[in-house]
Antibody, heavy 123, light 106 residues
């Protein structure tokens, strides 16, 4: 069974850099086709996809945020990290780590979600 | 790329609920649908337009054509009350969600 769990700070100040870590089990990011992504959801609002990293180091970023995002993986520890620079109060959201499937197919999809981690941006 | 959903849909128990998702040629982008109940993480209920993942009730079905993707919930139950999001993969450039539709069973 695939599980994912987010960890990181719950409160960051404006202009600071946020780094979140996703620790997962049930699959390996060294296996062909596997991907881990980040999705966020501001309180009371909709979902926003941020970035994905695949087993082959292929990375894709949201066009609207790509200048502020870095996604990395550590296959040996089953972890994926997301760095978001220059945080702003509008970045306050629950950040989800997810398993993204479908690489090489007609379209990707998200089939497993972490429980989410609320990050508040405030001075 | 944008996907548009109605903010809310209301349905009576036992009736069929239909939620539409509009976007340029969304039918060609093999859209997915997710259900999010209050305080929980989303759950995939339809992928590639019309496929149900294992464990998802047969009451949920999807279709896609042209600029519209449709989620249909037959025999709607109180437990189906949730937010529903459509999603499309825009040429490996962006993984886009619709704004979400709040389904009320009343």
């Amino acid at each position: 069974q695939i599980t994912l769990k987010e960890s990181g700070p719950t409160l960051v100040k404006p202009t600071q850099t946020l780094t979140l870590t996703c620790t997962f089990s049930g699959f390996s990011l060294s296996t062909s086709g596997e991907g881990v992504a980040w999705i966020r959801q501001p309180p009371g609002k909709g979902l926003e996809w941020l970035a994905v990293i695949y087993w082959n180091e292929d990375k894709l970023y949201s066009p609207s945020l790509k200048n502020r995002l870095i996604i990395t993986k550590d296959t040996s520890t089953n972890q994926v990290a997301l760095t978001v620079t220059n945080m702003d109060p509008v970045d306050t959201a629950t950040y989800y780590c997810v398993h993204q499937s479908g690489y090489g197919s007609v379209a990707d999809w998200v089939d497993f979600w972490g429980q989410g981690a609320l990050v508040t941006v405030s001075s | 790329y944008e996907l548009t959903q109605p903010p809310s849909v209301t349905v009576s128990p036992g009736q069929t609920a239909t939620i539409k998702c509009s976007g340029d040629k969304v039918g060609d982008k093999y859209p997915c649908w997710y259900q999010q109940k209050l305080g929980q993480s989303p759950v995939l209920i339809i992928l590639h337009g019309d496929k149900r993942p294992s464990g998802i009730s047969e009451r949920f079905s999807g279709s896609r054509s042209g600029n519209t993707a449709t989620l249909t919930i037959s025999g709607t139950q109180a437990m189906d009350e949730a937010d529903y999001y459509c999603q499309a993969w825009d040429s490996r450039n962006d993984f886009v969600f619709g704004g979400g539709t709040k389904l009320t069973v009343l």
